[in-house]
């Protein structure tokens, strides 16, 4: 089935240590999205892809960064995680940017900072 | 600017009851409302979507929404909860212009509970 994975799906790390997610997807969609859930709130949009352009949401960290290297695979970069990062990371992807295309969910991976 | 309000952050139902999920929408311009599903330390399921075709959607395991332009609602609802209903529920609200063209932008969610 074509879907959206993400892994690891738990992930560990310690404050300040640099830490990658990745998602892939055989969805063949050009855009991919990383959002940061936090504890009981509804997903954040971090930044998305449409192919190889980049577009970062006005409010997320520099300490986040992104890399798309083709079409199926997208990684979240924290630079230098701290307590306040540990969250749910969501990766999602849709065929189109625009409103009427509905956006796939990965799992997800649950970060916690030590 | 765009926004979803989802009345009402937790809402219990006894299985076999009507499930009624409430969510507003504020927007000068034409909407695409979508319902997504979460279940513990899962991603987000896609339950259904509005693109202006029809005003009521059917989705999966059961759930419709009815688009009331005059209310500016997209409310949830599923005539009889299962015990797998159980999970938080985000209304979405995607702009057809605007600056915030093409995001998705949610409501708070509501955990629904369901009791034997």
């Known amino acids: 089935d074509a879907m959206v994975i993400q892994n690891p799906r738990y992930q560990v790390t310690q404050f300040g240590k640099p830490v990658t997610l990745s998602c892939s997807q055989t969805l063949n969609h050009n855009v991919m999205y990383w959002y940061q859930q936090k504890s009981s709130q509804a997903p954040k949009l971090l930044f998305h892809?449409?192919?190889?352009?980049?577009?970062n949401e006005a409010d997320t960290p520099d300490n986040f960064q992104s890399r798309r290297p083709n079409t199926s695979f997208c990684f979240l970069d924290i630079r230098s995680p701290g307590l306040g990062d540990a969250a749910m990371y969501l990766c999602?992807?849709?065929?189109?940017f625009g409103a009427g295309n509905e956006q796939y969910f990965g799992p997800g991976t649950r970060l916690t900072v030590t | 600017a765009q926004s979803v309000t989802q009345l009402g952050s937790h809402v219990s139902v006894s299985e076999g009851a009507l499930v009624l999920l409430r969510c507003n929408y504020s927007s000068s311009v034409p909407p695409y409302l979508f319902w997504y599903v979460q279940y513990p330390n899962q991603g987000l399921q896609l339950l259904l979507k509005?693109?202006?075709?029809?005003?009521l959607v059917k989705g999966i395991n059961g759930f419709e929404a009815e688009f009331k332009k005059s209310e500016t609602s997209f409310h949830l609802t599923k005539p009889s909860a299962h015990m797998s209903d159980a999970a938080e529920y985000f209304c979405a609200v995607i702009l057809a212009g605007g600056t915030s063209y093409g995001k998705l932008t949610f409501g708070q969610g509501t955990i629904l509970t369901v009791h034997p």
């Open positions: 509005y693109t202006s075709a029809a005003t």
């Open positions: 892809y449409y192919d190889k352009d980049f577009n």
């Open positions: 999602a992807t849709s065929r189109d």
